[in-house]
DNA sequence: AAAATCAGCACAACCGGTTGTCTTATTATT
DNA sequence: AATAATAAGACAACCGGTTGTGCTGATTTT
């Protein structure tokens, strides 16, 4: 059997006192004597004691807990997500419950059970590509645990969500392409029941207005973000007739597969055609022929904003009238990045 | 006030029954009639009860929280470890607290108290760049929280591990190098104080030894993994008079950073000199010239065991006799892989 | 018919702390 | 000297479950 931990109970034994009085030293409570106190410290200290905080949680009805579902961490984009949450987190005395949905649906649904047993105080989710049915938030919102929902946000009204506002980021990224001479512009977009795929389509039919070029229906398509999707997509726009001499992709990763496609197919990247992302991802410094430009989506500072936002919600909760709820929506803006000497 | 959850005692007092039974029936206990089962699963239901784990575990003495410490998310070694742990730990019902240390030692002693405090079950660690002081993880030791450390060992006795054996992967690579006529052969190895470090040294100068190459003292260099560090590592063997025809580097950021330097002093890559790396980064699929082979060190894999070796040790401690602990050290083999058609 | 068996449930202790109230001895007040 | 005020600490309830034991009435056994 484990060696039970020291608790009060044991200190009060040895000291002949009771264990409330144990606990009132210890927080240093007016109503205990000094010599008490000072020998309930010296004790403490030489048997090791160290208060058990689940059965503190516990009757204040907190774990300190918050837990964080993103799709994946292969991906740097989260990984950044995952330290903008932290360092908040960290620093305002909760910890970091993680999970992964690897984009799948019900994984994410078990996940969100799981967290929920685990009681934790609040959540932030960046919903998998597949997910569609948001009965597991629902359940969320049934128990009482606030989510704040980052980046990849459902479809759904009432919530508090932060994303990455990126109109503005298409519209730069567009108006940098007709400014170096394109004019035939192509598009990589990412699964059509993403929110944020929504907002790159109809930002990017905005920008070619603005710039006073006519869409074109057959210059943009999909990708499901796999690898061969983004080579099917690359493709695609590469086999048309009318073949874009620039690509604005979903984000790098597209774009690093749609350059490898290129390259096979011998058509010169920079030169044939070129391409702007979405992400902004450090990797592609590496890269011989990244993307020239890529718009910036900031997802440290998302992680942060999310966290502050849920933790503001978790404890405003506590002392707040629940029928009138508020929802917080937070935009930040996202940022053309040009990079090197293009 | 948060409204409070629904507990059995809710429902005792609705059914007019006590507490003890409302338990006993939502568990299927034989000593609780079949009509008052009936009547305690339908207003549980109707209710929406849910119980409260912390109040189980809180009895059980568990929390079925594992704490990982990392020392970073944007290396894709860790977030495949992160993986790994997670897909063993989620199937075995615990669930994974995550902190980073970002390679500082004072943070990873903060996160280990937090986790401490929050009593994981137990604890997954892969230690800091900077990590001298292990008073943190004695500290861990006296509380009775088991930890298995990952990849990155602390030089301590008595703990239980999980690292791939790189000796194997460090012979294939120079015996690879030597076989394509390559007799100078540098190394750019990680941080002095790293075991993976010392591993990598002493199995390059065997490596050498075994292909009758004497060993050089100049040729071998060490980074503190940060990008000047990786810089002014390959400035220095390349800027010897006997300069290197290949270079084998501690892992594939390092790898990186050195390309990236000879594409600057126009060293042609795989024509001047050519890189063997560790790690085996998928995103050096997308890069022109990346290192011609890699030692894969299947982090996913030592996620899991790891996890698995963990999960063992804590079910195992609650039976078994303490007095005599046994230590669990596990190494996986590494294996060079040979990129595209080199 | 009295004793034994058993189903079905209530009571209370426990996990490890916190906190409100009550008790007792000492000191201060009038 | 009698009373009030105060310091120091004991007692018990509580958080939300689980679990060992005891009680009651009905059925079965002899």
Redesign the pocket.
């Known amino acids: 059997m484990t060696p039970?931990?020291?608790?009060?109970?044991d200190i009060a034994k040895q000291l002949?006192?009771?264990?409330?009085?144990v606990?009132?030293?210890?927080?240093n409570h007016?109503?205990?004597?000094?010599?008490?106190?000072m020998r309930v410290a010296q004790l403490a200290s030489e048997l090791n004691?160290?208060?058990?905080n689940r059965?503190?949680f516990?009757?204040q009805?907190k774990t300190y807990l918050i837990g964080l579902i993103l799709p994946s961490l292969s991906n740097t984009f989260f990984a950044s997500i995952v330290s903008g949450v932290e360092d908040v987190a960290y620093q305002k005395k909760y910890t970091l419950l993680l999970g992964q949905s690897r984009d799948d649906q019900e994984r994410e649904k078990r996940i969100v059970e799981t967290m929920k047993d685990h009681r934790v105080d609040g959540m932030l989710i960046s919903i998998s590509k597949n997910t569609t049915g948001y009965e597991h938030f629902k359940l969320l919102e049934k128990n009482n645990i606030p989510v704040v929902f980052i980046d990849r946000i459902p479809e759904m009204k009432n919530i508090h969500f932060i994303a990455c506002k990126l109109e503005n980021g298409m519209i730069e990224a567009v108006s940098f392409l007709v400014k170096k001479g394109h004019k035939i512009i192509g598009l990589i977009n990412g699964p059509e029941n993403f929110s944020a795929s929504k907002e790159r389509y109809s930002a990017y039919l905005k920008a070619l207005r603005k710039n006073k070029i006519k869409p074109c229906k057959k210059l943009i398509t999909c990708s499901d973000l796999t690898i061969d999707g983004n080579v099917a997509a690359s493709k695609k726009l590469l086999a048309l007739a009318r073949r874009p001499t620039a690509i604005i992709t979903f984000n790098d990763y597209v774009a690093l597969d749609a350059i490898d496609y290129c390259k096979r197919q011998k058509i010169k990247i920079d030169t044939d055609i070129s391409f702007v992302s979405f992400a902004n991802e450090a990797i592609c410094n590496y890269m011989d022929h990244p993307p020239i430009a890529s718009v910036e989506q900031f997802p440290y500072q998302q992680g942060q904003k999310a966290t502050e936002m849920l933790i503001e919600i978790i404890e405003k909760a506590k002392t707040e009238n629940e029928n009138r709820k508020t929802f917080n929506n937070l935009l930040l803006q996202s940022q053309l990045v040009i990079r090197g000497t293009h």
Chains 1, 2 share one sequence.
């Open positions: 039970r931990k020291v608790t009060i109970i002949n006192i009771s264990k409330s009085t606990s009132r030293a210890l927080s007016h109503s205990i004597g000094l010599r008490t106190k004691y160290e208060p058990d059965a503190i516990f009757k009805r």
